[in-house]
C-alpha cells in the first residue's frame, strides 16, 4: 500500500546523499520496485540499474536525468534538488551540452494551417479554409 505523501512530510525529509537514500525512501513508503519502474516507464532491469547508480547501463544522459527527476518527484522529494545532487556532474555537463544552443525567448512559427513545426496551425486559417470548400461545393451543385 502507497502512503500519501504530505507537503510537511516533503519539506521535513532530508535531501538523498546517495541513490541508497531513495531506495530507503520508496521501502519505507511500501512501493515495490516492480510498482516505481512500472510508474516511471521503465524495465525493472533499468529501475534496477537506476537505484544501483549504474548510469553507464542506462541509454544516456538526458534520460538519466529525467528518470531521475520523476523518480525523485514520485517520492515526494524536492525533484531539482535531488537531481542537483546525485546526477553525476558529467551527466550534467552533457545536458547542459543538449540545451546550449537552445534560444528560449524565440518562439517558433507554427505555419499558416499547421504543417510547418508540428503545430495546429491558425483555427482562422482553417475555418476561412472550411467557409470556402462549403462555398465551392454548393456553388458547383447549385448549378443544377
Same mark, same amino acid.
Given at each position: ?15 538523498? /546523499?546517495?541513490?541508497?537514500?531513495? *531506495?530507503?525512501?520508496?521501502?519505507? $513508503?511500501?512501493?515495490? +520496485? ?5 510508474? =516511471?516507464?521503465?524495465?525493472? /532491469?533499468?529501475?534496477? %540499474?537506476? #537505484? ?6 542506462l +541509454? ?7 528518470? $531521475? ?11 531539482? #534538488? ?5 546526477? +553525476? ?7 547542459? #551540452? $543538449? ?5 528560449? *525567448?524565440?518562439? /517558433? +512559427?507554427?505555419? $499558416? =494551417? ?12 482553417? %475555418? %476561412? =479554409? ?11 451543385f447549385?448549378?443544377?
Open positions: 500500500m502507497v502512503r500519501a505523501i504530505s507537503t510537511n512530510d516533503r519539506q521535513a525529509e532530508q535531501q538523498p /546523499k546517495s541513490m541508497l537514500d531513495l *531506495r530507503h525512501r520508496r521501502q519505507k $513508503l511500501g512501493i515495490s +520496485p516492480q510498482a516505481m519502474a512500472q510508474g =516511471l516507464g521503465l524495465s525493472l /532491469k533499468q529501475f534496477e %540499474c537506476l #537505484e544501483a547508480g549504474d548510469w553507464q547501463a +541509454p544516456g544522459a538526458a534520460f538519466v536525468r529525467s528518470v $531521475l527527476f520523476a523518480y525523485a518527484r514520485r517520492l515526494g522529494m524536492d525533484d531539482r #534538488e535531488t537531481v542537483e545532487q546525485l546526477l +553525476p556532474e558529467d551527466y550534467r555537463h552533457r545536458v547542459a #551540452e $543538449l540545451h546550449a544552443d537552445i534560444d528560449h *525567448r524565440r518562439i /517558433k +512559427p507554427k505555419g $499558416l =494551417l499547421g504543417f510547418a513545426h508540428g503545430g495546429s496551425g491558425s483555427a482562422l486559417a482553417w %475555418c %476561412c =479554409l472550411m467557409l470556402a470548400s462549403a462555398v465551392v461545393v454548393i456553388h458547383f447549385g448549378r443544377q
